[in-house]
């Protein structure tokens, strides 16, 4: 089995940080391809950032899937583009945010999100009102830059145990999940330390996909995401237009 694992972002030490997480959590016998688009923001952070990151995305995912994935995992805590790539992709498709609260739904009863900055809260929390746990899980932000959880010496880790421990507290709640896909080293170390499950959203999202894949599941094309309909798009983006894509 082949997962694609894409990093909507386009730096490149993150995405090797996700391909390694999304590689320990595989099953033997399963490839993990991680990539980056080559186009886009360095760093997701809120809505301006994720409509930018759009088009690389989509372009890699239909690249991928030419090549033979079984599955893509979007690694990004906002499931970035998620419903236009289900309606590209006929592989499975699944978002990070999505596949982290489902796994943690069946662990917990009460779940802490705890995301980077607060421009984070609200997207992730439509999201989490979207997946049905609008009553059971809460969304925090711990101030960290997407890209500090880079940086050698920089105090994200500090700041993000402060931030989960507070949460914990104020929602009286038995999981966290971690809502961004820069954390995925972290969870193990922050579940030993804290006596709760911590859920990293790489490592969900690429079981899902196994599971999906290995039930034989393929994204169902009979309503909103359908292939979508032969038309030309014009200027800077006639490139991407369904009938082009996959020939990028």
Known sequence: MRI???NPN????????????????????????AVNPAMGPVSIEGYYDEAFALPGLLQEIARGEAAGADGVVIACFDDTGLD??????????VGICEAALAAAGMIATRISVVT???????????????????????????????????????????????????????????????GCAGMADLARDLSGEFGVPVVDGVAAGVKMIEALAG?????????????????TYTGVLASFAPDAIVRQ
Do not use: W
């Open 84 to 93: 236009a790539a289900r309606a590209l992709a006929d592989i499975p498709v």
């Open 4 to 6: 694609l694992v894409i």
């Open 215 to 231: 039930l034989g599941l393929r994204t169902s094309k009979a309503g909103a995401y359908a292939t979508p309909i032969s038309k």
């Open 10 to 33: 386009t730096t490149a030490s993150m995405t090797d940080k996700i391909g390694l997480a999304a590689q320990q959590a595989a099953a033997s016998g399963t490839d993990i391809v």
């Open 116 to 178: 980077t900055l607060a421009c984070s809260v609200a997207p992730i929390s439509h999201l989490v009102h979207r997946y049905g746990f609008a009553e059971r899980a809460r969304v925090h932000a711990a101030d960290i830059p997407v890209l500090s959880l880079e940086e050698p010496g920089s105090n994200a880790g500090a700041l993000l145990r402060a931030k989960v421990r507070e949460a914990l507290q104020a929602d009286r709640s038995d999981a966290v999940v971690l």
